[in-house]
């Protein structure tokens, strides 16, 4: 059965509280959202029908600064996912010293079901019912799975017709033109490499075969950065299965041939596999990129990879991560490896407020700064409490948050 992942991150939360000794007032606070938003979205299909779709922004903590995370439209969000997430996101910036507490939001529906005006319409409601709750200084939503530039525009475009001012930095991940910042298309999969270069010299990996899960815009750029710099993709995957070549693949190809057949099953001159099967290929790094709870008690005995970079939130279950550890698997944890989208989101949120545009040099600079930085604090926490990444990321995390809660005179 799948895990709940509201009870997974409420676990990690108690094992690091017991490891810190974390005042009880304050466990309190960061087991809970500070705000919960649930709505029925009312929208008229193409047909005339009308339709209504569950909607949620989840704001978990704003001790460090304004709320920041992204929205997901997905046939399994519910409200106990989108609490996860929200809480994992206030982990993340912390880790990554962004000035931001953690959101998430989700509508729950399947996207390839409805048309491009169709999704329109329902974006610009959810922004509706959002509208007083977010903004550059409340809460500032992002792209997740299923939502791409073209949905932050219409939302942007959506929250300025109703609050009647130009506002880019209410939202980010929006396209060039409406004030989105270069690099911010590819920043979690160009992180995420940032951040996998420094865990295969700290754990001495030289062997460079790799397996993705997902190939959408975190799966499919992760593929291509990796590529690019001589790696060997063997194996990668989407919803609908995976292909297997132990030669290497090629991964223009494969996500061409996904373009013209909507997946990356029956590609030429490979084999098709299950993704059971992916996650388990002989492989020295395994690269999570899709949804949760994909590693779990139950085959992470038959993982082979000897680094497990977490680009998807949460594919890790708690049981698995056990089971990792004493296999000496190295996991880069999700708030570590996939932290690059909301680093250049918050770049993205800078640009905005101050209306001056970086170079793309410039982002990835700045963004290979703060992940091998987050990498080095993540590690060296670990060793000092000689604990895995995960429980070590959110000691640093939690401490963190701990104290800006603190310091405005709770606990
Ligand atoms: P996306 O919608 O662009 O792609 C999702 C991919 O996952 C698609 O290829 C889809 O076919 C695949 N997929 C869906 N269900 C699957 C299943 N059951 N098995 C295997 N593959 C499946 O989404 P994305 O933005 O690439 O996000 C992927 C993951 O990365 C999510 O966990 C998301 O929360 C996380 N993430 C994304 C960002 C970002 O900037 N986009 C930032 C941080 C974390």
Request: charged fraction near 30%; include cysteine; glycine fraction near 8%.
């Amino acid at each position: 059965m799948k895990e709940n992942a509201f009870s997974v991150a409420k676990k990690q939360l108690e094992d690091v509280v017991k490891i810190i000794k974390l005042e009880r007032t304050i466990h309190n606070i960061l087991v809970e959202p500070e705000r919960i938003i649930q709505v029925e979205l009312p929208v008229k299909m193409d047909n005339g029908e009308e339709k209504s779709f569950k909607a949620y922004r989840v704001q978990h903590n704003s001790a460090l600064g304004p709320t920041k995370g992204g929205i997901r439209y997905h046939p399994d969000v519910n409200l106990d996912e989108v609490k996860a997430l929200a809480m994992w996101m206030t982990w993340k910036c912390a880790i990554a010293g962004l000035p931001y507490g953690g959101a998430k939001g989700g509508v729950t529906l399947d996207p390839k079901k409805l048309s491009k005006k169709e999704l329109e319409r329902l974006s610009r409601e959810y922004i509706k019912a959002i509208k007083n709750y977010i903004g550059p200084d409340k809460d500032i939503p992002a792209p997740d799975v299923y939502t791409n530039a073209q949905v932050m525009a219409w939302m942007l475009d959506e929250y300025e017709k109703q609050t009647g001012k130009h506002c880019p930095g209410v939202i980010t991940g929006k396209p060039i033109e409406l004030g989105g910042s270069l690099g911010r298309e590819e920043a979690t999969a160009q992180g995420g490499v940032f951040v996998l270069e420094e865990a295969m010299k700290t754990f001495g990996l030289k062997e460079k075969t790799v397996a993705i899960q997902g190939m959408g815009n975190v799966g499919g750029n992760t593929a291509k950065i990796l590529h690019k710099k001589g790696f060997k993709i063997v194996g990668v995957s989407d919803s609908k299965g995976g292909v297997y070549d132990e030669k290497g693949l090629d991964v223009k190809k494969v996500l061409e041939h996904k373009e013209k057949t909507s997946s990356v099953i029956n590609f030429s001159g490979s084999r098709n596999i299950s993704n059971e099967e992916l996650l388990e290929l002989p492989v020295a790094i395994l690269i999570p990129a899709a949804l949760e709870n994909q590693i779990t008690k139950e085959n992470a005995e038959n993982v082979k990879a000897k680094i497990i970079l977490e680009l998807a939130n949460g594919p890790t279950t708690p049981e698995a991560d056990k089971i990792l550890f004493k296999k000496e698997v190295f996991v880069v944890p999700d708030v570590l490896a996939n932290a690059g989208g909301v680093v250049v989101s918050y770049f993205e949120w800078v640009q905005n407020n101050e209306g001056y545009y970086w170079k793309l040099e410039e982002v990835n600079e700045k963004l290979k700064k703060i992940m091998t930085k987050s990498f080095n604090s993540v590690y060296e926490t670990s060793q000092r409490y000689k604990t895995d990444m995960r429980t070590a990321a959110l000691i640093l995390a939690v401490e963190r948050v701990a104290q800006a809660i603190k310091l405005r005179g709770f606990g």
